[in-house]
Nanobody, 115 residues
Framework: QVQLVESGGGLVQPGGSLRLSCAAS????????MDWHRQAPGKQRELVAS???????NYADSVKGRFTISRDNAKNTVYLQMDSLKPEDTAVYYC?????????WGQGTQVTVSL
């Protein structure tokens, strides 16, 4: 079955960087569009960044210029490089894979930005 496993979260100071990874299995990874979403306590889940099967990217306004999404189809992995982190970036980050009506989610990884 399809599995998405996120890693790379943790505690970082404001202005710092983290790189999240999402390793996929049980699917033809290269055909899926991949997204990163996040959910902060008491808030709705929001789309952070997306990358199509062809490599086109899109970002939420709140992270443009600071976050970079990329994919390595040979490794079945999507990444989210997060730079210049702010306390408001604190959230659980989720990986999502989409192919037409199919949608799969990972379990999430916690990112905390704090002194």
């Amino acid at each position: 079955q399809v599995q998405l496993v996120e890693s790379g979260g943790g505690l970082v100071q404001p202005g710092g960087s983290l790189r999240l990874s999402c390793a996929a299995s049980g699917m033809i990874f290269s055909t899926y569009a991949m997204d990163w979403h996040r959910q902060a306590p008491g808030k709705q889940r929001e789309l952070v960044a997306s990358i199509t099967s062809g490599g086109s990217t899109n970002y939420a306004d709140s992270v443009k210029g600071r976050f970079t999404i990329s994919r390595d189809n040979a490794k079945n992995t999507v990444y989210l490089q997060m730079d210049s982190l702010k306390p408001e970036d604190t959230a659980v980050y989720y990986c999502n894979a989409k192919y037409f009506a199919l949608s799969y989610w990972g379990q999430g990884t916690q990112v905390t930005v704090s002194l």
